[in-house]
Each structure stands twice: as C-alpha cells, then as structure tokens.
C-alpha cells in the first residue's frame, strides 16, 4: 500500500507517517469494473491506492465472499465504495472486518438484514421492471440458472440517459449480466449500521429509484449528497463520485492514530529503555557467575 511520509524531523522529534487508505471500488449489474476509470484516474492522482476487483455477479452470497476475500489481501484501512447491486456487496463484505472504515453507496442498492434487491424494488418501483430480459444459462457441474440483461434498446433511456447515445451502444453489447440470485437472496447482515456511510443520490436515477436511495441512506444516517445524474453517476459525474469517496477516506484517516516515524522521540526512548534492560541483564549475569565461582570455590 502506498505511503505518504512527512519529511522527518531535525531534530529527531515527534514526526509522523501516515498511511493513505485502501479504496475498494465494487461496480453493479450490467457493468463492469471499468465504470470506474474516471474515479481512479482522480482518486491515484490523489495519491490513493485503488483495487476495482471483477464483481463475479452470480448471487448476493457467493459475490460478497469473493469481495471480502479481496478485502483480506489488503493491509491497512479500507474504504468500500460500491454502485448499484455492488452496494449490496460491501454491505455484506465489510461487516465484522476491523479495516472497514468507511461505507460509500454510489445510487446504490443498501438492503437491510432480511432484504434483497427485489423486496426494495417492490417497494420503490422503476423503470428498469420492463427494462430487463431474462436468458437461462449453464455453468459447470450440471449448474443452471437465470441471467438478466438490459434490453439494448431500453439502456440508454433507463441506465444511462446522460451519456451519448453512441457510448450506450456499446454499453448495451459489452454488458456484464447478473444472475437473478443477486438480486433474489437476502442480506444476513447489513455493515453500515456499524461503520460511517455515504451516499451519493442520483435524482434522474430510473434504475433504482432515488426516492429508495434517500430512503436507504435515512435510514442508515449516511452522509448524503444529491445530484442531477443517471444511474451511472461515477461515469457521467466521476468529479462529483470522487469528492464523495474522498471525503469518507479523509474521515478514515482522521479516525485513526499515525505511525511514529523513524527516529521520532517515541523510537529515541523505547531504544534507551530496551538498552537500560539489556545493560541490566548483564550486570545481574556477571553478578551470578561471580557467585557461582564463590560458591565452587573449595573452603581452606
């Protein structure tokens, strides 16, 4: 993970480095993990280091396991930032991990324990109901199951209406289908009623509706910010997605002490004090083996 270090001091004083945080970027359904190109291009030139793993979009259980497992490689703190169905994910994934600092839910999906997207949906309809088409697939080992896809003619219009149309094009040929698992199987768990979240509303969102986004982020207490995008916000708007997750890295970072840099007072006595039991270990040595000598020594 990549380090800033503050020039060390002259006088081998109290100078700290401080360890930037670890930016998990989660995309959705029908997307992949280049959605996200125009926030990592802000976020490294900022100094962050970014994973934006491939969401496997095979089911709610099996995806956020894989999420977590990325999670596991990393040393040092995380911010999970998720989009659409990828908000489902850090939600599952981050809960009960230490490094998990910081929540961000980009129009995103932020069920509750015992929701899906569909109950959500149910209650917050929109567009994307007669948006989608439904393909059987087969996987190894006899698997079989349902892949949903945006209907090319109805992507732009539902998806994505502020990019250009010959952007959503390919969109609409390159997209990543979700299994209907991802959407159908509930949360057992929900991290953002223990870690800080933040939550961008895209209010021309016709995927998920933006009224079912403010609901989830009052309902978690997030740190919210509306803005006028599709659902797509962190291509349409990656300025507006970045601030965001910057201002959840700052308040990661914030929260946690620094590290004493090489040199500082802090090494300066933790040495003198080691030196002064080391010297004390020797004395108390010399002083037995002289005892020891005494004590063979034959009486005259």
């Not at 004083?13 to 930016?23: C, L, M």
């Not at 934006?52 to 911010?79: F, H, Q």
């Not at 999970?80 to 009960?96: F, K, P």
């Not at 509306?226 to 997750?245: F, G, N, Q």
Request: net charge positive.
């Amino acid at each position: 993970m990549e380090c800033v270090a503050a020039p060390a001091a002259a006088d081998g004083g109290t100078t700290t480095t401080t360890a930037k945080t670890t930016i998990v970027l989660v995309h959705g359904a029908f997307a992949d993990a280049s959605s996200w190109n125009g926030v990592v291009e802000r976020l490294q030139r900022r100094g962050y280091t970014v994973i934006a793993p491939a969401n496997p979009l095979r089911g709610l259980y099996s995806d956020s396991t894989y999420i977590a497992s990325v999670l596991d490689s990393i040393k040092g703190s995380v911010v999970l930032v998720g989009h659409s169905y990828g908000g489902s994910l850090i939600s599952s994934a981050a809960a009960g991990n230490p490094q998990a600092k910081s929540l961000v839910y980009v129009s995103a999906l932020m069920p509750d324990v015992g929701e899906n997207g569909m109950s959500l949906a149910a209650r917050f309809p929109s567009a994307l109901d007669t948006a989608t088409k439904s393909v059987p697939y087969r996987a190894g080992g006899g698997l079989n199951g349902t892949d949903l896809y945006l209907k090319p003619d109805k992507l732009h219009q539902v998806f994505a209406a502020d990019l250009p149309e010959s952007t959503t094009r390919v969109m609409a040929v390159t997209q990543r289908p979700a299994a209907t698992t991802a959407f159908s199987e509930k949360a057992k768990v929900a991290a953002w009623k223990h870690i800080p979240s933040w939550f961008l509303v895209a209010k021309q969102d016709k995927t998920i509706n933006p009224d079912q986004e403010r609901f989830e982020a009052k309902r978690a207490g997030s740190h919210t910010v509306e803005i006028d995008s599709s659902h797509v916000a962190m291509i349409s708007h990656p300025e507006a997605v970045t601030d965001l997750v910057l201002q959840a890295a700052t308040a990661a970072e914030s929260a946690r002490p620094s590290m004493p840099a090489t040199g500082s007072a802090h090494d300066a006595r933790t040495e003198t004090t080691l030196t002064g039991m080391a010297a004390a270990s020797l004395i108390a040595g010399a002083g037995a083996a002289l005892l020891g000598r005494r004590l063979r020594r034959p009486a005259p």
